[in-house]
Every structure is written in C-alpha cells, then in structure tokens.
C-alpha cells in the first residue's frame, strides 16, 4: 500500500495536469487542426511523464492507412513543452516515490508497489482525459500511448476515450479490454 502523501501528490499532479492538457490541446488546435491527440508516456516508469503528439488528415501520405492514421508513432507532430509543469512535478512525485519503496527487484521487474503507482497514474492520465476531451469535438481519436508496449493503458485509452465509428475503424489494432482497472 502506498503511502497518502504518494497518493495525495498524485492528485494535484491531476489538476495540474488537467490544465496543461487543455492548454496543451487548444495550442495544437491553434496551429493546425488535429483528428488526432495522443498522451505520449515512456515505458520507464521514471520517464512516465506525458508528451502531446497530433495528426492531422493533411498529414496523412494516405488517408485510407488505417494504421498511419491510428499509431502515433506514425505521426508528425510531437509536443514536448506541451506538459513543463507535470513533467517537473512528476520527477519530483517519482523521486520521492523511490526514496520510499524499491522500484524494481533483483531481476529487474517492478515490484508490486511500483505497479500500483504505475496503475494510479495511468488512471490519473486517463481520468483527467475523460474529464476534459468533450470540449475539444474537433479532435475525433484519443489515446494514451506508449512506444513499443502491449500495457493494458493502451487499449483501455482507445475503448474509453473513442466514438463508436473510431472504435469500428481501429479495433484490429487495440485488443478490447476484459475488464477496466480504469474506473
């Protein structure tokens, strides 16, 4: 079990982040007009602070590449000032985090405390994105994405945040998932 201040810390990392989501989509939408915003996690969980990444349809070399369209990694435009304020929150949150418990153990897996704060705070990220994208209707394809990874946040972020018609349209690339973690 975590401890509270851990915990309470994360939820002001919430607010903030919630602020500098929308900051972070309106500056997007400001330049150009994205079907696409993805939060950009790294895998490590010391590197968990998010990035903002967009597509737009003049973007796309072919509009009718479902894959092009839906897999960030595949997109041009990377926002990495978009998130200052979380990211420096964020390392701060982790490095007390790491004074308090052992991340990962001898064979280099994460411990189980360490999941549960990699847990809470893919639900933070993806509550405080709930919260926020109906403002944004320009914006048709959300996800939380990390490089490289089959972690459940993924395919929880697309079946949670997308349009029944993005859904049909992506679904081979994002396995439903059996039961949510994220509430």
């Known amino acids: 079990m975590m401890k509270t201040e851990i915990i309470q810390s994360l939820a002001s990392i919430q607010r903030l ?21 993805a939060l950009l996690l790294g895998e490590d969980l010391e590197m968990a602070y998010p990035i903002a990444v967009t597509n737009c349809e003049s973007d796309l070399v072919d509009p009718t590449d479902t894959y092009s369209r839906y897999i960030p990694d595949e997109w041009l435009e ?66 939380i994405w990390i490089s490289d990874s089959d972690r459940a946040i993924i395919s929880e972020s697309f079946w949670a945040l997308n349009s029944d018609h993005v859904r049909e349209e992506a679904a081979i690339y994002f396995e439903q998932p059996s039961v949510s973690t994220h509430s």
């Open 78 to 143: 990377w926002h990495d000032d978009h998130f200052a304020k979380v990211k420096h929150a964020y390392k701060a949150l982790y490095q007390v985090f790491t004074q308090a418990y052992t991340v990962t153990d001898e064979d280099f897996c994460y411990t189980e405390v360490a999941l549960e704060f990699m847990e809470q705070l893919y639900g933070m990220y993806l509550a405080a994105m709930k919260k926020v994208i109906g403002q944004f209707p320009d914006v048709s394809y959300w996800i």
């Open 17 to 37: 982040f919630e602020a500098e989501l929308i900051a972070s989509i309106k500056a997007a939408s400001a330049q150009k007009s994205p079907y696409g915003y």
